[in-house]
């Protein structure tokens, strides 16, 4: 079974930074996909960033510039620095991993998500 834990969520002020990270454990295939997602308030999951198992990376427009998602493939730990956050990033952050299986069927998993807020 696999578990993604996160963590690094809180309350931070306008332009400020956070460091979210995401432990996953159990069996994970060496070529996955692992990223960020976020949901706001009575709004839809949203795609925030995905890193593949060889550092290739995509990010939402709204993110770029400001946010960086890395990995570290040997612990399957992935990171997500925000800089110059703002008021509209606040949502729950939830971590993903995915792959395909042996008869290529997709494969995903979530972590139980954790609160980002930023306020003044």
């Known amino acids: 079974q696999v578990q993604l834990v996160e963590s690094g969520g809180g309350l931070v002020q306008p332009g400020g930074s956070l460091r979210l990270s995401c432990a996953a454990s159990?069996?994970?295939?060496?070529?996955?996909?692992m990223g960020w997602y976020r949901q706001a308030p009575g709004k839809q999951r949203d795609l925030v960033a995905l890193i593949t198992s060889d550092g290739r990376t995509n990010y939402a427009d709204s993110v770029k510039g400001r946010f960086t998602i890395s990995r570290d493939s040997a612990k399957n730990t992935v990171f997500l620095q925000m800089n110059n956050l703002k008021p509209e990033d606040t949502a729950v952050y939830y971590c993903?991993?995915?792959?395909?299986?042996?008869?290529?069927?997709?494969?995903?998993?979530w972590g139980q998500g954790t609160q980002v807020t930023v306020s003044s």
């Open positions: 159990g069996s994970i295939p060496k070529n996955n996909v």
């Open positions: 993903s991993a995915n792959w395909r299986n042996v008869v290529n069927w997709p494969v995903n998993y």
